[in-house]
């Protein structure tokens, strides 16, 4: 049975707290740009996700990864450009952007002013060091079982022999492109932004395994402590405000 952690309070006091190199995976979405302050709770800006990502790093295994799942406000006509800073400073602190990926919302809510819909928003993969697991998604390919010539050069006997034709037949499967389409959390719970449950799901089966520990240091509604129970990994989630640390609590002890 996975152990499943919530410790109420601050993250940045919270992760003292836990050991160097001893977490095999972090899902989060931090607080964007003040876009949501979650009843006034929280306090956000470099001063706070600079050491947040710092300390991360040091609690992260070699090999492990984080997926960073943010967006940017517009502020007087400008986006701006915080998830950049904060994919350039985790690389400061040591860390490899293996992967920039996009979470596509399908059921975006669309707003009023002179440019296209926000309909994406970032997801950083990043890694200390190469990642130590990678189980990918496999999705349905078009052209499954067609047959296909091609020419292929390569030596036989240590003479070159060019211009080879070779038949290959198209595979089922192949692994899935880093654009991610999903809706957004339908789920009625009193939380501005519902982390949606096909996203965890898919990342934590990414990049762990049975067994593994997982962290979330803003664990708001905590899908990721629920879904990483369900995935048989263990799990430390870290929720500052009182409210939404209950409806964690309740949600992976109730698996609602």
């Not at 160097?20 to 964007?32: A, C, E, F, N, Q």
């Not at 001063?47 to 991360?56: G, R, T």
């Not at 934590?204 to 593994?212: F, K, M, Q, R």
Request: hydrophobic share 35%.
């Amino acid at each position: 049975m996975p152990k499943i952690e919530l410790i109420r309070g601050d993250c940045l006091d919270a992760m003292k707290d836990i050991p160097d190199g001893s977490i095999d995976m972090i899902l989060t979405s931090p607080p964007y740009d003040n876009l949501r302050t979650y009843n006034g709770s929280l306090d956000w800006g470099e001063h706070i996700w600079k050491p947040v990502i710092e300390e991360l790093f040091r609690v992260v295994k070699d090999g492990g990864v984080v997926v960073w799942v943010v967006g940017d406000a517009t502020i007087k006509g400008s986006e701006t450009g915080t998830s950049f800073k904060q994919a350039l400073w985790a690389m400061e602190c040591g860390f490899n952007l293996h992967d920039t990926m996009i979470y596509r919302k399908i059921n975006y809510i669309p707003l009023t002013h002179n440019r296209y819909e926000q309909e994406f928003e970032y997801m950083f993969v990043f890694s200390k060091g190469k990642p130590k697991t990678f189980n990918p998604i496999k999705i349905p390919t078009i052209s499954a079982g067609k047959k296909r010539s091609r020419k292929k050069s390569n030596k036989e006997d240590g003479s070159a022999v060019r211009n080879r034709n070779e038949i290959t037949t198209t595979k089922a499967t192949k692994i899935s492109g880093n654009i991610w389409s999903m809706a957004v959390s339908s789920t009625k719970l009193n939380h501005p932004a519902i982390f949606p449950e096909k996203l965890a799901h898919d990342h934590i089966a990414s990049w762990s395994n049975e067994g593994d520990t997982i962290l979330d240091p803003f664990a708001g509604s905590g899908t990721v402590g629920k879904i990483a129970k369900q995935l048989n990994r263990n799990c430390i989630l870290i929720e500052k405000v009182s409210e939404y640390f209950k409806i964690a609590e309740k949600r992976i002890n109730e698996n609602l």
